[in-house]
Nanobody, 115 residues
Framework: QVQLVESGGGLVQPGESLRLSCAAS????????MGWYRQAPGKQREVVAA???????NYADSVKGRFTISRDNAKNTVYLQMNSLKPEDTAVYYC?????????WGQGTQVTVSS
């Protein structure tokens, strides 16, 4: 089993930055893919950024140029650097990890962008 714990959310003003972290523990594999998702009130969960096991990245059009997904294999942690935040980025952010046929989710961290 793999456990994922997100952190780094909070309340920020428009234009500011946040960095989310997703730390994995348990029976983790060195070969995995990761993704960050978000869910705003009344909306479906959507993918924000993803990274394959080989390190290729993809981003939702709404965050391209502002968000960056990265990982530190030594720390078993994936990050989401969020710059130039907008009120529409307000949501609960979740990380997701794929290992073979298994998928794991974190518990989510709230990001609120408001003046």
């Amino acid at each position: 089993q793999v456990q994922l714990v997100e952190s780094g959310g909070g309340l920020v003003q428009p234009g500011e930055s946040l960095r989310l972290s997703c730390a994995a523990s348990g029976s983790t594999s060195s070969i995995y893919a990761m993704g960050w998702y978000r869910q705003a009130p009344g909306k479906q969960r959507e993918v924000v950024a993803a990274m394959t096991s080989g390190g290729s990245t993809n981003y939702a059009d709404s965050v391209k140029g502002r968000f960056t997904i990265s990982r530190d294999n030594a720390k078993n942690t994936v990050y989401l650097q969020m710059n130039s935040l907008k009120p529409e980025d307000t949501a609960v952010y979740y990380c997701r990890r794929w290992e073979g046929n298994s998928v794991y989710w974190g518990q989510g961290t709230q990001v609120t962008v408001s003046s």
